[in-house]
């Protein structure tokens, strides 16, 4: 059965939130730049700029390590408002080529073209994506112009910053056949040297494997390996109007310094689950799973869950499980990031809502619904529960 | 460096075409003209809508500048200045 021909765009913004820093400020421009915060405090590079790359920066090293490769640079806090606005403006540009847009982070999309489009004139529309956001917003942008969603994502990176690349399934075999297995997305380090000990080195060498090798070695993942490795897919643009429901929803938070006080913790545990019950209050959302994410100050890091009795969005019924799975699995090291949050998520009402036990718990009921409507009208930061304040007796 | 003032200033701005441009504000005694806008961008805070403007001044300082709508009132929320 021949396939429909397809034409999808892959839209990934250079070193997104530098560069809108840099169009605002002149001052960063041509200079190194990281955004993440002050290095003297604990966190991580959310972006760096191309000039700080040179450097060895790198999205997700920690800012310790990036004022060791490069203590020319300058440390911004983020902006995340800033950002996602700006990125409501890129997104709003690529939807007037068209209506089937799907945003697959802050600063990347897959835009397919109209049926039957192809791939030269997908190059025409890049290019006129890319000059109408450098026109409007003096971004750059980098465009991967492909027959399926990943030959269009792994198009945009050929050529960055400000590329634009057309890839088809022989010019992906010619460019990647060659190289070594991680250099495909979805394939990290733990993968490759998985592929290595199957003696696989080389991407063409994972696409001649025998599936079911792979399948033994990887289970189902092993023949999305192999798709991948020879550029099929297909999977479709899911436009924004469409998209799937969420799966889980959550909050983590990389602590200032290694924290081992029992108080202190819980109190950031109390401010995450409320921070998640907002969420899924806000979106209409329930969950079935609490699951708790500890990081230690050696790097190690678990996850525990557990399966409520029904659905929920309280933020206190979330906190009760959270704080019993955090404390039956916190050994009293310090930790270095806590994160919470709600899995097998269930949009909208449930059919039939269980009845109160307890009278209190229907005030309860109230008593959020009463905050929430405060937050709605005054914002976030209008009232909290005593609980997740610190008590200063001075 | 980028130093978070959060202040409130007094701010002569220009209401056009369902737009607002700042135009120049007085910040410490002093007013200053805004040579550019950079860049725009808004944030919901509650019912309140937080329209943020950073601009440039003179000798290419920068500023960001916020129109809290619900106050009717400007702040001058970070800045970076020569020297």
Known sequence: ?394 | MIESIEEPIEVLGLFRGGGLQPLRFRWKNRVIQVRKVTGDWSVNDGRDRIYYFSVLGDNSDYYELSYHTRKLAWQLSRVWLAG
């Open chain 1, 1 to 394: 059965m021949e396939m429909a021909r397809r034409c999808i765009l892959h839209i990934d913004m250079d070193a997104f939130f530098a560069a809108v820093e840099a169009t605002m400020n002149e001052r960063y421009k041509g200079k190194p730049l990281i955004v993440g915060g002050d290095p003297s405090r604990r966190g991580v590079v959310s972006t760096a700029s191309y000039e700080a790359r040179r450097f060895g920066v790198r999205s997700g090293m920690s800012l310790a390590e990036a004022y060791y490769r490069c203590p020319q640079a300058i440390f911004i806090e983020g902006n995340p408002h800033k950002y996602v606005y700006i990125s409501g403006q890129v997104l709003r540009i690529v939807k007037t080529k068209s209506p089937r847009v799907e945003p697959y982070s802050i600063d990347e999309a897959f835009i397919e073209m109209d049926g039957g489009m192809a791939l030269e004139e997908g190059m025409e529309t890049g290019r006129e994506i890319k000059d109408e956001i450098r026109a409007q917003l003096s971004l750059t942008c980098s465009i991967g112009v492909a027959p399926n969603r990943y030959l269009a994502k792994m198009a945009s990176g050929v050529k960055k910053p400000d590329g634009l690349t057309m890839l088809d399934a022989d010019s992906f075999r010619r460019l990647f056949w060659t190289k070594p297995t991680d250099t495909l997305f979805g394939v990290g380090e733990k993968t490759a040297a998985a592929l290595r000990t199957l003696g696989i080195e080389t991407v063409r060498e994972l696409a001649v494997c025998p599936v079911n090798r792979l399948r033994a070695a990887f289970g189902v993942n092993g023949e999305a390996l192999k798709q991948i490795a020879n550029g099929i897919d297909c999977s479709p643009v899911t436009p924004y109007y469409e998209e799937a429901p969420q799966k889980s929803l959550g909050h983590e938070i990389t602590l200032d310094h290694d924290e081992e006080d029992r108080e202190s913790l819980l109190r950031t545990l109390l401010s995450l689950c409320e921070e998640v019950g907002r969420d899924l209050r806000k979106e209409d959302y329930r969950g079935r799973i609490v699951v708790v994410k500890i990081r230690f100050s050696d790097f190690k890091t678990i996850t525990r869950q557990r399966a409520l009795n029904g659905l929920t969005n309280d933020s206190e019924g979330i906190f009760r499980i959270a704080r019993e799975l955090f404390l039956g699995n916190w050994p009293g090291t310090p930790l270095r990031l806590i994160g919470v949050s709600a899995a097998e998520l269930v949009h909208g009402e449930p059919k039939e809502e269980e009845p109160a036990l307890f009278e209190t718990e229907d005030r309860r009921k109230i008593a959020v619904r009463a905050v929430d409507a405060l937050k709605d009208r005054f914002g976030e930061s209008i009232l909290c529960k005593a609980a997740q304040m610190r008590y200063d007796p001075a």
